[in-house]
């Protein structure tokens, strides 16, 4: 199986537990804990298998070609890509921040 349809199927199956996670007084405490700790798994494997996207967004471009890498920057950054960029740093920084509340 491709690793992109690996990528789909996480992500299917991360935005249909989700709402379940949240239906807590509906599912009960024993399947919330299960169904967050599935998620907890899903979202690892999502970031490990997304890696490159973190590697080609901190990378410069001239550094990923001196030391041979086949990833970097790739296309221009147009609104559409600006926009997604800074709204997954918004929900990282947003998430981090309510750890510590």
């Known amino acids: 199986m491709n690793k992109k ?3 789909i199927i996480i992500d299917i199956v991360m935005t249909i537990l ?11 405490e024993k399947f919330h804990e299960v169904i967050g700790s599935v998620i907890f798994v899903l979202f690892i494997v999502h970031h490990i298998l997304n890696r490159r996207w973190y590697e080609s967004l901190l990378t410069p471009k001239r550094a ?3 030391s041979g890498r086949q990833f ?3 296309g221009k950054y147009n609104p ?5 960029t800074v709204l997954n740093a918004l ?3 947003l998430s981090e921040i309510k ?3």
């Open 18 to 28: 989700l709402p379940l996670l949240m239906a807590y007084s509906l599912i009960g």
């Open 72 to 74: 970097c920057r790739k």
């Open 64 to 66: 990923a070609k001196a």
């Open 80 to 84: 559409r890509r600006i926009f997604q």
């Open 91 to 93: 929900l990282l920084l």
């Open 99 to 101: 750890g510590y509340l």
């Open 5 to 7: 349809y690996i990528r």
